[in-house]
């Protein structure tokens, strides 16, 4: 079958190393699309999660059974070239702030869930002074005790949220989404760090770091205790040249 060269319209649901990946012309539009649709998962994956993936089965479970997987990251984007498919990286920490601005100005009920005590509130405070409209109808950090976890999952649930932003983190956040199945609805996306970019705690690599795709590199130098877990990206690309 023919690889087609440029995005489709509606997204194409394609792999890297064996972890699914979706090709579309527009993330934003494939979620609200997702939304109108009931709902559903939405996994932004980077070589570092591939890599994960096919480590961790349960994370694999996560990202094989998500209803959108966009390609966030420069290595997944190139291993999609390599197979025909030209792609943008989507990062998900805009995908999300889209949803956020999209949902203040409809209506959304909007919880967010992770990073720590602190971040969650310099988040609100500050989410609340640039986003007007923002209904948050649950927000809950992300160091609770073990024992505190169910509850919350049922204040989270009957609050009926139409957007969840989780920061718990690779593996956690995918899983813990995942784990909710057949009691979800709406929009539920593992954000990662974002929480703590908006919060002012941590920065973004500079566009220009982005455009030479060593975004990686001012994350090393940032948080040098992550150097253990890029050692996933030699190991990717290496794979990725294997991979027929
Ligand atoms: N986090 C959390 N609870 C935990 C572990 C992590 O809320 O038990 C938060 C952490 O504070 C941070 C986010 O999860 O805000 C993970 O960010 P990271 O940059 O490590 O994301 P990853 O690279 O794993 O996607």
Redesign the pocket.
């Given at each position: 079958m023919a690889v087609p060269a440029t995005d489709p319209p509606v997204p194409l649901r394609s792999g890297v190393l064996g972890v699914p990946v979706d090709v579309c012309a527009d993330v934003f539009e494939a979620a609200l699309a997702l939304r109108d649709r009931g709902g559903g998962q939405i996994v932004t994956l980077n070589a570092e999660m591939t890599m994960a993936a096919r480590a961790n089965p349960e994370l694999g479970r996560a990202i094989a059974a998500a209803d959108l997987v966009i390609p966030d990251g420069a290595g997944v984007v190139w291993a999609l070239g390599r197979q025909g498919h030209r792609v943008r990286r989507s990062p998900g920490i805009e995908l999300a702030r889209r949803l956020l601005e999209h949902g203040a100005s409809h209506q959304w009920r909007l919880a967010l869930v992770?990073?720590?005590p602190a971040?969650m509130e310099r988040l609100v405070a500050r989410l609340r002074a640039q986003i007007p409209g923002l209904e948050l109808v649950l927000t809950a950090?992300?160091?609770q005790p073990v024992e505190a976890w169910s509850a919350l999952e049922d204040r989270l649930l009957a609050a009926r949220p139409d957007l969840v932003l989780v920061?718990?983190?690779?593996p956690?956040q995918e899983t813990w989404i995942h784990g909710l199945a057949g009691r979800r609805g709406g929009l539920w996306m593992g954000v990662?760090?974002s929480?703590?970019v908006w919060a002012g705690v941590k920065k973004r690599a500079p566009a220009w770091m982005g455009a030479l795709r060593i975004e990686w590199l001012y994350r090393l130098v940032q948080e040098p205790r992550r150097w253990r877990r890029m050692l996933a990206l030699p190991a990717f690309a290496w794979a990725v040249l294997r991979d027929r």
């Open positions: 992770g990073g720590s971040v950090h992300g160091y920061a718990l983190g690779v956690r990662g760090g929480f703590d």
